[in-house]
């Protein structure tokens, strides 16, 4: 069934949509990470505007995160002092994101900038996972555990001044560490479209040292309100945000999301690691190689 977009300014099969948004929900039910890094590329690869794919994987990004901090929230999984701080951060980092957006855009490079972006990202999150995993699984093969990791901040973040307590999440740090942080996931959200849990998570984690059982509540919580800043400034300025792919997206997601965590539960979680590692790396590599490709018409936008 063809669907047309008034944003994009395209007709699309409304089923490959919902089978895109359903394929990147299993992915992120059965690995446990956001799938907004994925749905970006995805939609880009189908023909789908850089600006229009990333701004929408925005709006879907939220929709798809409502349930999940609500339930971390019951269950007291969120440092909400923290997340407060992220939050910040984050709305900072997507009013930077929309200037820079609005610029690249003037100058006629912002769908250049997105894939290079994706690149350079996707490559670098890839390789670190790949080599962890690599690790993990070697351990795993010669029947020793996994290598312990010591729960501490970075040099770098213990530096800096101006501490607070941040109970829930046990730890005594300057609020600027976590503010610059929120504040670069939000350039990423407005740039990419991506939900930036993928990068927080692991930050959250070995830079500021935060506890496992916080994590990804907290993340999930700062996600969501930033997500919703950058679909609001988005709908603004750039016109960017069709909500008709969105809600194709996001109905594809939510069903995906839940067969894939019951799929996770069958598969051990190092070889669940390799597996979207090499995700990664191929998406990443794909993107490289379209940066090069000649377009069959070189004075059209497709």
Not at 126 to 136: C, F, K, N
């Amino acid at each position: 069934m063809d669907l047309y977009l008034p944003v994009a300014n395209l007709s699309v099969n409304a089923l490959v949509i919902v089978l895109l948004g359903g394929g990147v929900g299993f992915l992120s039910g059965m690995f446990g990470v956001g799938g907004g890094f994925l749905t970006t590329p995805l939609l880009i690869f189908y023909g789908i505007p850089p600006t229009v794919a990333a701004a929408s994987a925005a709006t879907q990004v939220t929709g798809a995160r409502v349930s999940g901090a609500l339930a971390q929230l019951e269950r007291g999984g969120v440092d909400l002092r923290m997340g407060a701080v992220l939050i910040a951060g984050g709305l900072l980092g997507s009013l930077i994101g929309a200037g820079l957006f609005e610029l690249l855009t003037a100058w006629g490079q912002i769908d250049t900038t997105i894939n290079i972006l994706y690149v350079v990202l996707l490559g670098s999150v890839g390789g670190l996972m790949a080599r962890e995993a690599w690790g993990a699984l070697r351990a795993l093969q010669a029947g020793l555990p996994a290598p312990a990791r010591k729960r501490r901040h970075h040099p770098m973040v213990a530096n800096l001044p101006m501490r607070w307590r941040f109970y829930r999440s046990g730890l005594y740090i300057s609020p600027l560490a976590p503010l610059i942080l929120g504040a670069l996931v939000g350039i990423l959200t407005m740039l990419l479209g991506v939900g930036g849990g993928f990068i927080m998570v692991p930050a959250m984690i070995f830079l500021l040292g935060m506890g496992a059982q916080v994590v990804v509540g907290t993340s999930l919580f700062q996600i969501l309100f930033v997500t919703i800043a950058t679909t609001m400034v988005h709908a603004m300025t750039t016109g960017a945000v069709d909500i008709v792919l969105a809600g194709l997206l996001l109905l594809g997601s939510v069903t995906g999301a839940q067969i894939g965590a019951r799929f996770a539960q069958k598969v051990r979680p190092e070889y669940l690691r390799m597996a979207l590692a090499i995700i990664v790396l191929l998406v990443a590599l794909r993107m490289a190689v379209g940066l090069f490709i000649r377009p069959d018409e070189i004075y059209t936008v497709q």
